[in-house]
């Protein structure tokens, strides 16, 4: 098995500049590991539905891994002759995980299992979790220790500085090929197909991993009809038996993620009224009639979530003038506009937006009479554990404050939710009162999912007789020790301030990992390799600091794809300008350590609520400008020390473990809110700068590792 290495120099007409030879293999793998990090996160999040909840998971496992290759070079023949295996037990694992049942529920214990479930059914689980998390794990990190090795490989062959240079563009263009994928709404066999090509440079002569890649193309390419693939997820569609003698399709099952989503159902009075029993529309019925119930003959409704346009059919059945329809998922707008029985989105008195609810709530300027929350969380209701997910922010005080400034006089809100009756259910009470200042009406519905109705405005004086009326109940419970769900900790399904034990299990194997290759590698000996240390703790630092500037634009700007894609690249951008200027130009490390940490000390009281008022040119050059700062100085930094020591690939394997902890300690947000992701990454970035200045050039030693001799 063999691979691109230099050659020398050759005469002739055609031939590659030495260059070109050394630096292109470098770009290449560099563009092969971000391009598969996205992919991977983005198919098992889909297809194995523990990792929708532990969505950095397999981003940690993947630095992991990079940095692990890095780390050791050029991959050895062993881990040559099992990369087919690793990648076919990968892929193939993630593509029939549903079929072999490793796809399961939710890892909340509150909601998966429920109170009365026993210790064995609860140890029964835990074992469970622990086989299918640690163990694609243990797969990502192994492929990726390959992927890594390329990049370290060729590493070697270029100047420190040019190298990391190169690096980065690699990435950004597989960060930006990876999302043009996603744009043209293809699935996954299109992605791993581009994905191998990229890996083809490195395995050319290599005629049995070739095989096999093309094996696992085929494999993840078998139809799967009905299937459609969004830049958000994977849908399914199902069309539901007919009434007899209905020529039309009465009702589908829209299924996302492997999870059910929503019925598109007939409620048209005319099939109602020949067949009232039909299933699922009976069912369906009472629960899109009651917002007209509260609220009959508004004028402008606002739908949030409208996903295939059951609530926009409602509301245009009781004579709804104009309807703005907020869905942040295109694909699942067009399926609504082809295939929903009664083509609401085909309406001229509607008008569809594919934007996220809480984006478009700071940006429009129509009030409206009636403001639907439909079931925006529907498809990842138990999800949020790990990171800051947009979903949470729609269902906190200032989003409700948002929704508030958007009605009329009269207004009122409406919010569905399948929470059932406890904690979520009285936080989202509780955060509801504190945004409109009074208590509001509650109807436990037990339609479908055992929904709760919440209703604000005027229209929480009006009575439903019919439901099971439960402002009595939570009014009692929202004031004992009810934690209010804010943009700061928009933790919805916590039921206190914590880490769930599984995810702490699973951070406690990552830790367990790193701090074994690291002391394989004599990388925690602090007097011996401070440098090593400065590179690790700035790697934490980073990871931290581009978590806490996703939220924070993605908070102004919206979180759709093309959002946070953007923002990720200008985020790689400022990393490469910095890079850029110290390849021309010396810098003080002291300044940029200073100018860094102050930065991150004012961002706490940044304004950042005010520039929800400005233009969005305006929150473009302030909030972006704002958030850049630090990302631009750090990459000063990094660029600055990369340059002085002369760093091998070696030292940006141990950037990338650094990395590994940040991205462990980034679940701490769910104990103190996003506020803390500011205060760990000061911490990181002081001690990453103790250890520097710790550190002389005359007595570095940078690559003393007698495990990578070894290897």
Request: proline share 5%; aromatic share 14%.
């Amino acid at each position: 098995m063999t691979s691109i290495s230099p050659t020398p120099e050759r005469p002739g007409k055609g031939m590659i500049p030495v260059r070109l030879r050394k630096e292109l293999p470098l770009f290449l793998a560099s563009l092969a590991a971000l391009y598969f990090e996205l992919l991977i996160i983005r198919y098992l999040s889909t297809e194995v539905r523990v990792f929708a909840n532990l969505k950095n998971l397999p981003l940690v496992a993947s630095f992991f891994g990079i940095g692990l290759g890095m780390l050791l070079g050029k991959p050895s023949r062993t881990m040559r002759a099992a990369f087919p295996v690793i990648t076919a037990l990968l892929f193939v694992g993630i593509r029939f995980a549903q079929w072999s049942r490793l796809s399961f529920g939710d890892v909340s214990w509150e909601y998966s299992l429920g109170p009365a479930a026993g210790t064995g059914i609860r140890i029964l689980f835990l074992v469970r979790f622990l086989a299918v998390t640690l163990g694609f794990s243990a797969l990502i990190i192994a492929f990726f220790a390959v992927v890594g090795g390329f990049v370290g490989q060729y590493f070697k062959e270029v100047s420190s500085l040019r190298g990391y240079g190169i690096n980065l563009t690699g990435s950004f263009v597989g960060l930006a090929g990876f999302s043009y994928l996603g744009f043209l709404q293809l699935g996954p066999a299109y992605w791993l197909a581009a994905g191998f090509l990229l890996l083809l440079p490195f395995i050319y002569k290599d005629r049995i991993t070739i095989a096999v890649f093309a094996i696992v193309v085929g494999a993840v390419a078998v139809p799967q009809p009905s299937t459609f693939w969004s830049p958000y997820n994977r849908i399914d569609l199902v069309e539901l038996p007919r009434p007899a003698g209905w020529t039309d399709p009465s009702a589908y099952s829209l299924v996302a993620n492997h999870a059910w989503y929503q019925w598109l159902v007939d409620l048209s009075p005319e099939f109602l009224k020949r067949y009232p029993e039909a299933a699922p529309n009976r069912f369906a019925v009472p629960y899109y009639e009651l917002p007209y119930t509260l609220v009959p003959h508004p004028k402008n409704v606002l739908i949030l979530g409208a996903g295939t346009g059951n609530d926009v059919a409602g509301a245009l059945r009781h004579g709804a003038e104009h309807i703005d329809a907020v869905e942040i998922d295109p694909v699942i707008l067009e399926i609504g506009r082809r295939y929903h029985p009664e083509h609401p989105y085909d309406s001229p008195r509607v008008t569809t937006y594919s934007d996220d609810a809480r984006s478009f709530l700071k940006k429009t300027k129509t009030k409206y009479d009636l403001v639907v929350f439909a079931f925006l969380d529907s498809t990842a209701l138990l999800s949020s554990f790990s990171s800051l997910r947009l979903d949470n922010y729609v269902y906190t005080v200032e989003s409700f404050e948002n929704a508030k400034e958007v009605l009329t006089d009269q207004g009122s809100l409406v919010l569905s939710f399948a929470t059932g009756r406890n904690f979520a259910t009285d936080r989202l009470y509780a955060t509801l009162w504190a945004a409109f200042g009074t208590p509001p009406a509650a109807y436990f519905t037990g339609y479908w999912v055992s929904g709760v109705l919440l209703v604000e405005g005027q229209a929480r004086h009006t009575k439903l007789p019919q439901l099971l009326d439960l402002r009595g109940e939570l009014r009692a419970r929202a004031g004992q020790n009810t934690i209010l769900a804010t943009d700061r900790w928009p933790f919805l399904y916590l039921t206190e301030r914590s880490i769930p034990g599984t995810v702490l299990i699973a951070a406690g194997f990552f830790v367990l990992m790193t701090w074994i290759v690291l002391r394989k590698a004599d990388l925690m000996a602090w007097k011996s390799q401070p440098s090593d240390l400065h590179f690790f703790f700035l790697g934490a630092g980073f990871l931290l600091l581009e978590t806490k500037a996703v939220t924070q634009l993605a908070l102004l700007f919206g979180g759709t794809s093309l959002v946070n894609s953007l923002v990720i690249g200008a985020f790689l951008a400022a990393a490469l300008a910095a890079n850029a200027l110290v390849a021309f130009r010396r810098v003080s490390v002291a300044a940029c350590y200073a100018i860094l940490l102050l930065l991150l000390m004012a961002d706490f009281w940044f304004p950042y609520s005010k520039l929800n008022a400005m233009s969005a040119a305006s929150r473009l050059l302030l909030g972006g400008g704002w958030a850049a700062l630090p990302v631009f100085f750090s990459g000063l930094v990094f660029s600055s020390s990369f340059q002085r020591f002369d760093c091998t690939a070696e030292m940006l394997g141990i950037n990338l473990f650094g990395a590994v902890l940040g991205g462990i300690l980034e679940n701490a947000v769910m104990i103190g809110g996003s506020s803390i992701l500011k205060a760990l990454a000061i911490a990181m970035y002081a001690v990453s700068a103790v250890a520097l200045f710790r550190s002389s050039v005359s007595n570095l030693d940078p690559v003393r590792h007698s495990f990578l001799r070894r290897a």
